[in-house]
């Protein structure tokens, strides 16, 4: 059966790869590769899976619709929550991961899972980094620590836009106020230009970041994965464990 989806799968991973590429290079997804995709996957599925069966073909608009709804609830919350922000582009990649299969809503949603799961083992590398090294701020412990797990120092004169601050610099007349800060800036130009400033005229060598770490990465990790999951047969119980966990 799944001989049938191959050629859909290669495309789907080049098109993931073309766009993680991109992503790195640019911090920017090409939209028009993810309509080619989508447009491409409902082709191919139409002519060699489907072939007119009407009950697929209901199947297969009910998990877009409902994977739409269930991006478009993240969607808002990113507007309202900085804290639970994910990138329009890589909800776009998501949805269009719902055109390339017909395992139904649950398998990518389980993608979705997935690289949520995996982007939570980037702060737990950050801590075990700094801790081997040896970076520790200089604040309160429990700031100290959320900056261990957030993100490492970097000299200033290497900070790109592609690094979201850790600390706030400012200047109450002639003196220096520096404080760690939470909430990542995801557009963090403007504050790194004040910061550089800042930094320059008080012999700052170093800041705390976070980087802007590309979230299609864990996307990409997330389809292989549920791939893997999917071949081996073990998609029914991960079927299971996404409907207790959701």
């Known amino acids: ?3 049938l989806y191959l050629p859909i799968i290669i495309f789907t991973l080049i098109i993931l790869c073309f766009m993680t590429f ?8 090409n939209i028009i590769s993810l309509i080619v995709l989508s447009v491409v996957s409902a ?11 009407g009950a697929l073909w209901i199947k297969y608009i009910t998990q877009i619709v409902i994977t739409f709804v269930f991006l ?18 890589d909800l776009y990649t998501i949805m269009a991961l719902s055109f390339t299969n017909t395992f139904g809503v649950l398998y990518t949603l389980g993608i979705f899972l997935l690289a949520l799961l995996i982007t939570l083992l980037i702060p737990i590398t950050f801590f075990i980094y700094n801790l081997i090294v040896g970076n520790r701020p200089s604040y309160r412990l429990a700031s100290s620590l959320s900056l261990m797990f957030l993100g490492y120092p970097i ?11 850790l600390e706030i610099f400012k200047l109450k007349g002639n003196k220096l106020i520096r404080k760690p800060k939470f909430t990542p800036n995801i557009e963090p130009h403007k504050e790194l230009v004040s910061l550089k400033k800042i930094a320059k005229l008080k012999n700052i060598k170093e800041i705390w970041v976070s980087p802007l770490v590309p979230f299609i990465i864990s ?23 996404i409907v207790n966990f959701l």
């Open 1 to 3: 059966m799944y001989v």
């Open 43 to 53: 082709l191919y599925l139409g002519f060699f899976i489907f072939k007119g069966n």
């Open 72 to 89: 478009l609830i993240f969607f808002i919350l990113g507007k309202i929550s900085k804290f639970v922000y994910i990138g329009e582009g």
């Open 155 to 165: 000299l200033i004169k290497k900070i790109t836009d592609f690094y979201t601050p």
């Open 219 to 241: 996307i990409v990790l997330g389809y292989v994965i549920m791939l893997f999951i999917l071949i081996s047969n073990s998609f029914p119980y991960i079927s299971g464990f």
């Open 22 to 29: 991109q992503d790195i290079k640019y911090r920017e997804i």
